[in-house]
Antibody, heavy 122, light 108 residues
Framework: QVQLQESGPGLVKPSETLSLTCTVS????????WSWIRQSPGKGLEWIGF???????NYSPSLEGRLTISVDTSKKQLYLKLRSVTAADTAVYFC????????????????WGLGTQVTVSS | DIQMTQSPSSLSASVGDRVSITCRAS??????LNWYQHRPGKAPKLLLY???TLQSGVPSRFSGSGSGTEFTLTISSLQPEDFATYYC??????????FGPGTKVEIK
């Protein structure tokens, strides 16, 4: 079955770069849209961005300029890098798969990881 | 961005009750609306997409309706495993896609 597992440092200092990894099993990472979504107490669930191997990266305008999403197909991993973090970036970060292998349902998330807590604090 | 609201923000109900949650969008999103269930310590689960299409494996006691700006999630007979937080999410056209603030369903 499809499984997604997020990993990364639980604590990041302000102004530093947050790096997260999502390891995918049971699905081809080349065939689907893969999104990062975060959940913070203040803003609820927030879609951050997606990566599509055949061409397509889209970032939330609120994070564009600080955010990079990439994929290593050989490792079946999705990556998130968020630069210049502040306390507002404290959240649980999820990776999720877009439903189906086409564009139409790329914004419908049929598999999610458990999420990883990230706290930004000195 | 399209803003999503949900009501109520929380509700208390008993096993066997019929429960309905309303989701509203700040502009018409046709039927580009998804519902998710999130239980503590679990991955969020897709329940319905395209407003009323039941995701594979989801019990038929869950149903969805609506189009345009107003949508409803109904649980016909609440089961113990249904106590969770429910989120709507719009996926209309291009991102950013946005979520509602959630409705927490608690045991009465």
């Amino acid at each position: 079955q499809v499984q997604l597992q997020e990993s990364g440092p639980g604590l990041v200092k302000p102004s530093e770069t947050l790096s997260l990894t999502c390891t995918v099993s049971g699905a081809s990472i080349s065939s689907f849209y893969w999104s990062w979504i975060r959940q913070s107490p203040g803003k609820g669930l927030e879609w951050i961005g997606f990566f599509y191997h055949s061409g397509g990266i889209n970032y939330s305008p609120s994070l564009e300029g600080r955010l990079t999403i990439s994929v290593d197909t050989s490792k079946k991993q999705l990556y998130l890098k968020l630069r210049s973090v502040t306390a507002a970036d404290t959240a649980v970060y999820f990776c999720a798969r877009g439903l189906g292998s086409g564009t139409y349902y790329r914004g419908t998330f049929d598999y999610w990881g458990l999420g990883t807590q990230v706290t930004v604090s000195s | 961005d399209i803003q999503m609201t949900q009501s109520p923000s929380s509700l208390s109900a008993s096993v066997g009750d019929r429960v309905s949650i309303t989701c509203r969008a700040s502009q018409s999103i046709n039927t580009n609306l998804n519902w998710y269930q999130h239980r503590p310590g679990k991955a969020p689960k897709l329940l319905l997409y395209a407003a009323s299409t039941l995701q594979s494996g989801v019990p038929s006691r869950f149903s969805g309706s609506g189009s345009g700006t107003e949508f409803t999630l109904t649980i016909s007979s609440l089961q113990p495993e249904d106590f969770a937080t429910y989120y709507c999410q719009q996926c209309y056209t291009d991102p950013p896609w946005t979520f509602g603030p959630g409705t927490k369903v608690e045991i009465k």
